[in-house]
């Protein structure tokens, strides 16, 4: 459980945000070009670190309580935290989640998607789409005045109305300087319950849905969250900002 306080920042700090916000989709875009059978993620890795330096910012990962690389690639089972490898080539029918964090002038811009390679089977392109929907869900019950509850439990209905599950071991999370901080946000829930918005805040919602059980397992490398049933995975995330009369999404092309 975060202690932090949560933040309210200024126009200024959100016009950061928005710079921020907008390279990490930028970047994403970039990345999605790349996306074919027979690559490897540590290629995607490392296009990703030199783009971002080529763009004046830096990658909040690489180095991050001991994170080796500079993004986020989690295929298939994976839930998140997939360490990019050589020995990973991606394959017709795979699907693969890019996440990035990009920091410019010191403020985070954190979002990520989730790829078809080629084809996807039916379940696949289902879970995916599903996903993304979840986000959007989420996204829509920010407003002054809602309580965190509200987004958890927007997505958590729309996923298991579906025959999807959601993972609980990891949330949405607050942004700014500090890349994790105040206040989480579970991608589970009933209305009415948590904290309530207020323009200013800003954080990330993230939900991963799995085809099974919502169960992880963590590999034996410390990062990489696997489905217990090692069933698919599929995860989309935006930073927003909470404004005066509704939301804004930060990490938007
Ligand atoms: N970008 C991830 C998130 O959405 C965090 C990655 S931290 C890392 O919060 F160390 F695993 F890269
Ligand atoms: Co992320
Ligand atoms: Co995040």
Request: hydrophobic share 35%; proline share 5%; with cysteine.
């Given at each position: 459980?975060k202690?932090?306080?949560i933040?309210?920042l200024?126009?200024?700090e959100?016009e950061?945000?928005?710079k921020?916000?907008?390279l990490?989709?930028?970047?994403?875009?970039?990345l999605e070009s790349?996306?074919?059978?027979?690559?490897?993620?540590?290629?995607?890795?490392e296009?990703?670190e030199?783009?971002?330096?080529?763009?004046g910012?830096?990658s909040?990962?690489?180095?991050y309580?001991?994170y080796?690389?500079?993004?986020?690639?989690?295929?298939?089972?994976?839930?998140?935290?997939?360490i990019p490898s050589?020995?990973?080539?991606?394959?017709e029918?795979?699907?693969?989640?890019?996440?990035?964090?990009p920091?410019?002038d010191?403020?985070?811009g954190?979002?990520?998607?989730?790829?078809?390679?080629?084809?996807?089977s039916?379940?696949?392109?289902?879970?995916?789409e599903?996903?993304?929907?979840?986000?959007?869900?989420?996204i829509?019950?920010?407003?002054?005045?809602?309580?965190?509850?509200?987004?958890?439990?927007?997505?958590?209905?729309?996923a298991e109305?579906q025959?999807?599950?959601v993972?609980?071991?990891f949330?949405?999370?607050?942004?700014h300087?500090?890349?994790h901080?105040?206040?989480e946000i579970?991608?589970?829930?009933?209305?009415?319950t948590?904290k309530k918005?207020?323009?200013g805040?800003?954080?990330?919602?993230?939900?991963?849905?799995?085809e099974?059980?919502?169960?992880v397992?963590?590999l034996?490398?410390?990062?990489t969250?696997?489905t217990?049933d090692?069933?698919?995975?599929?995860?989309?995330?935006?930073?927003?900002a909470?404004?005066e009369?509704?939301?804004?999404?930060?990490?938007?092309p």
């Amino acid at each position: 459980m975060k202690t932090e306080t949560i933040v309210l920042l200024s126009s200024r700090e959100i016009e950061k945000m928005r710079k921020a916000g907008r390279l990490a989709a930028k970047l994403l875009q970039h990345l999605e070009s790349m996306i074919k059978p027979g690559i490897s993620t540590l290629e995607i890795d490392e296009e990703a670190e030199r783009w971002t330096q080529a763009h004046g910012a830096k990658s909040a990962p690489l180095g991050y309580k001991g994170y080796p690389r500079s993004i986020c690639t989690s295929v298939n089972e994976v839930v998140c935290h997939g360490i990019p490898s050589a020995k990973q080539i991606l394959k017709e029918g795979d699907i693969i989640n890019i996440d990035v964090t990009p920091i410019v002038d010191g403020y985070h811009g954190d979002t990520s998607k989730t790829f078809f390679v080629g084809t996807p089977s039916p379940t696949a392109k289902k879970l995916v789409e599903v996903t993304e929907e979840c986000l959007r869900r989420g996204i829509a019950e920010v407003k002054p005045g809602a309580r965190i509850g509200d987004i958890g439990a927007a997505i958590q209905e729309y996923a298991e109305s579906q025959g999807f599950s959601v993972v609980r071991n990891f949330v949405g999370h607050g942004i700014h300087r500090v890349f994790h901080t105040a206040p989480e946000i579970p991608h589970y829930g009933r209305r009415g319950t948590g904290k309530k918005l207020r323009p200013g805040m800003v954080f990330t919602i993230e939900p991963m849905i799995n085809e099974g059980t919502w169960e992880v397992e963590m590999l034996d490398d410390g990062w990489t969250a696997v489905t217990r049933d090692r069933k698919l995975s599929a995860q989309f995330e935006h930073t927003v900002a909470v404004t005066e009369d509704g939301v804004e999404i930060l990490t938007l092309p």
